[in-house]
């Protein structure tokens, strides 16, 4: 997982409105945050925290983008569902994932898969990941992120 002083891989991610990229928000900070997938119980009600929010992170320079596995066209259902603000990225080859290293080994009911760990990563202005949540507990989570960019 990257950590804390690394500078960000440039990336572009299509999104269910178009596309998102890290260059074309040179100069803000950025809320990647990464789900499992769109339109389940914890990851809905972090998509929702961030959409309230987006107002406030936009006041303090900042572009959020949520990103899961999932297709541009299910995060289209999901944003219409939910009334969604934030950019919603589609990762469908897991690279973004991988380079985050959010792209993981996890196991239920005793059988091993691949997935997502639902973690958040504050970019500041000069590129570098200013804060990391891993294994993110969605309640309170993105009023902390919030608190913390605008410590910045």
Known sequence: MLETGVTVPSFTIPTDTGSFSIAENAGKNVV??????????????????????????????????????????????????HGLTVELGADDESDICEQFGVWVEKSMYGKSYMGIQRATFLIG??????????????????????????GL
Not at 45 to 68: P, R
Not at 126 to 149: F, R, S
């Open 32 to 81: 990647v945050f990464f789900f499992p997938r769109a339109d389940t119980g914890g990851c809905t009600k972090e998509s929702v925290a961030f959409s309230a929010l987006k107002d406030e992170f936009e006041a303090a320079n900042c572009a959020v983008i949520g990103i899961s596995k999932d297709t541009a066209a299910k995060q289209a259902k999901f944003r219409a569902k």
């Open 125 to 150: 202005t000069d590129g570098k990941i200013a804060a990391v949540w891993p294994k993110v507990k969605v309640p309170g989570h993105a009023e902390e992120v919030l608190e913390t960019l605008r």
